[in-house]
Each structure stands twice: as structure tokens, then as C-alpha cells.
């Protein structure tokens, strides 16, 4: 059991519910932190290790995220416990359906879902229909509406998060003198925010010389091929069939002579083995919680510059927003740009005016507003 005591503070979180459909074997937790500024907002994650406190870590990165790019949300997370890629996919969507029904209390009134790890426009389609509301979740896919002609889904499979993240690393890569089109980079994941990532990077002119998945790290020092890379991990399902390349254990990846590291998969990636072994200048989050705060203090200390995931990696929640509030793709994508690149910088400015790690910066700008609905909240209350 976790111990509810250690994750307390004055943020949240406001509950923890876990529930059990004994037909379907669906074990789900959600955690809801804060929704002084709005609904709590977070994707469902979908794997056999998730629990609580990766739970609750992951709502309170949306609190900040939400916060940050001045949405009507609050933050929140759920999960299912359960491996999809050992079980018929029919079984998965019927956790996904059981998860829905079970949250009916809450979602949407307090809790609007959306893709994560193992869940997309799919899951989400499920998720909404067997919810009971259309506006029980975002990602949905792009013939979904709420009402014929409006307000229809904006899959996560249009890459708006990897879009964010890279605008996060051209301001990133700016602020610490490295040219893009010149540097190294190595992206730690191939997935739904990897791939895009990739892609955005490539159509840039950018060199992407590392890539890796479950399976491994493919590592070439003059570059690698976005389309290549596709096709290959399509027909392998692996980067590390790409040739040429050097075919490297996965947590080689993070020790590579480049400029730029993105971690872009699992939490905690980067940690006590091999956080004094990074190479680059900058490292951008692209995935949630790849890095403990600590580690990020370490990297900070070697003059290291850490773009915190609730800056970075917005994208997808703001893509969120903008299918909340019936917007088209192409407004989607100029939020996402617009949003990430006056937040990075608003982030990397103060950090460098108070000499402060990046994070410290994001946070007191995060924690002011979210205080101030709080106070504003107590008051209608009282």
C-alpha cells in the first residue's frame, strides 16, 4: 500500500481511486491532484508496473503543465495495470471500456482522460463511448464529434507533443549557443512523441546520430534517416535493424558524445548510473518524469542546461485544449508553437536571471498561479 502521508502536501492530491471489474481482470488507478484552475486533465497509461505513486508523480507534472501553458485544467492521471502487448487486443479494449464505466463519477466532471503509453485515438474512441460522454476524454480520432461538424477529435497521432518538443529544443539550443542544424542529437524513444520528434527534426535540417527503443540503441555518428527509420521499425519493429549503424545496449544512449539528449519513453531513465556520464549541453524532456529533480540539480551543477517535462512536452495537453474546445488541427498547431516557445524561454530567462536550475524557475511560476486559484476557490467557498 502506498503511503498516502508521503504524497500529501499543500497541492494535493484531492483523491486516489483505484478500482477492480472482476469480468475483466481490469485493475485501474487514478489520481486526481489539483483542480483549483480547472478538471484535472492527464493521460491513461497502460502497463504491468504502473502504480500509485508513478501515478501520482505523473498528476502532479500535469498540475505544473497545465498551469504553465495557462490552461482551464488541472492535473490528473490514471492506469491499468496490465501488459496489452500480451493479451488480444479485444481484451485490452474491454479494460479500457470496464475503466471508463468505473470512472463515471468522475470523468468528466473531474477528470478528462487521454492517451498515454498503450492507449491512442482508439482507446479514447472506447473510453468516450463507454463513458457516456464524448467530452469524457481528448485524442479521440478525427471523425469522432461531439456534434456533427464541430468539435471533433484531435488524435495524439498527429504528433503535437514531439511538434512541442521541438520547439522547445530550437529555443533550448538558442539559449545555450549550440546551432541546430550543426549539432548532435540522441532521442531516447521511437514511440508516438520519438518518432514525430524525429521527423520535425529531420524536415529542419537537424542531425539525429542516436535513436533507441525497447530493443535497443542504433547509433551513427554522420546521421540517420527519418523515412529509413520509419519503414525499418514498421517492418522490424525495432530502430536497431536500421542499417548502417552500431547496434549498442539501450542505456548506452544516454553516455554519447552529442549536444543534445532528449529522453522521450519511461520515467527515470537518466539516474544515479548514469547521470554524471551525460555528454550533452542540453537535455530536453520529451517524455514525463525521465529524471529525478535531484539528478536534474546534478546536471545543473555541470552547467548542463534541463528543460523540465511540463515545459517541454505541453504540446500534447494543449493539443488537448484545443479539441476541448473544438478547434481544427491547424489552429492546434500554431497554440502548440506559440505556447512552448514563450514558455521555454519565459522558463530559461528567469532560470539564468536567478541562477536557478530550470525547474525552480517553472515551478514558482507554476506554483503562483495554481496558489492563486486555490485562494481564489477558498473564498467562493467560505
Keep these: 500500500m502506498v503511503d498516502i502521508e508521503k ?29 483549483a484552475l480547472g478538471p484535472g486533465k492527464g493521460g491513461i497509461r497502460m502497463t504491468p508496473t504502473v502504480n500509485v505513486e508513478e501515478v501520482f508523480r505523473l498528476a502532479r507534472t500535469m498540475t505544473w503543465k497545465c498551469a504553465l501553458a495557462e490552461l482551464p485544467f488541472g492535473g490528473a492521471k490514471s492506469g491499468i495495470i496490465a501488459n496489452p502487448k500480451e493479451m488480444p487486443k479485444e481484451e485490452k479494449m474491454k479494460m479500457i ?38 467530452t469524457a476524454c481528448t485524442g479521440k480520432p478525427a471523425n469522432m464529434c461531439v456534434r456533427p461538424g464541430e468539435k471533433c477529435g484531435i488524435p495524439h497521432e498527429y504528433g503535437s507533443t514531439g511538434y512541442g518538443v521541438f520547439h522547445a529544443i530550437r529555443v533550448g539550443a538558442k539559449h545555450v549557443g549550440i546551432e541546430l542544424k550543426q549539432a548532435k542529437i ?11 520528434l524525429v521527423k520535425y527534426l529531420s524536415d529542419f535540417g537537424a542531425k539525429i546520430v542516436a535513436v533507441s527503443d525497447s530493443k535497443g540503441c542504433l547509433y551513427n555518428p554522420d546521421g540517420l534517416e527519418y523515412e529509413k527509420l520509419r519503414k525499418v521499425k514498421e517492418e522490424t519493429r525495432s530502430v536497431i535493424n536500421y542499417e548502417p549503424g552500431q547496434v549498442l545496449p539501450h542505456t548506452d544512449l544516454f553516455e554519447l558524445p552529442v549536444d543534445i539528449l532528449v ?69 492546434m498547431f500554431e497554440m502548440v508553437e506559440e505556447k512552448i516557445v514563450r514558455n521555454v524561454k519565459l522558463v530559461l530567462e528567469k532560470a539564468k536571471k536567478e541562477r536557478i536550475p530550470p525547474r525552480e524557475a517553472a515551478l514558482r511560476i507554476t506554483q503562483k498561479r495554481v496558489k492563486k486559484a486555490m485562494e481564489k476557490r477558498k473564498l467562493k467557498h467560505s
Design 263 to 331: 529522453p522521450a519513453s519511461i520515467p527515470d531513465v537518466i539516474n544515479e548510473g548514469n547521470v554524471n556520464k551525460i555528454k550533452a549541453k542540453l537535455v530536453v524532456e520529451a517524455a514525463n518524469i525521465p529524471i529525478t529533480y535531484e539528478n536534474e540539480k546534478r546536471l545543473h551543477e555541470r552547467e548542463i542546461t534541463v528543460i523540465p517535462d511540463f515545459v517541454a512536452n505541453a504540446g500534447g495537453v494543449i493539443s488537448s485544449y484545443a479539441e476541448y474546445m473544438g478547434e481544427n488541427p491547424k489552429k
Design 97 to 134: 471500456r470496464a475503466f471508463a464505466i468505473a470512472l463515471r463519477p468522475l470523468s468528466p466532471s473531474q477528470y478528462v482522460a487521454a492517451p498515454d503509453i498503450n492507449t491512442g485515438e482508439e482507446e479514447m474512441a472506447a473510453y468516450a463511448l463507454a463513458n457516456g460522454s464524448l
Design 186 to 196: 540522441a532521442i531516447d524513444g521511437f514511440g508516438n512523441v520519438g518518432s514525430f
Design 7 to 35: 504524497l500529501a502536501d499543500e497541492w494535493g492530491p484531492e483523491k486516489i481511486v483505484q478500482v477492480y471489474d472482476p469480468p475483466t481482470g481490469m485493475k485501474g488507478i487514478l489520481v486526481i491532484d489539483n483542480t
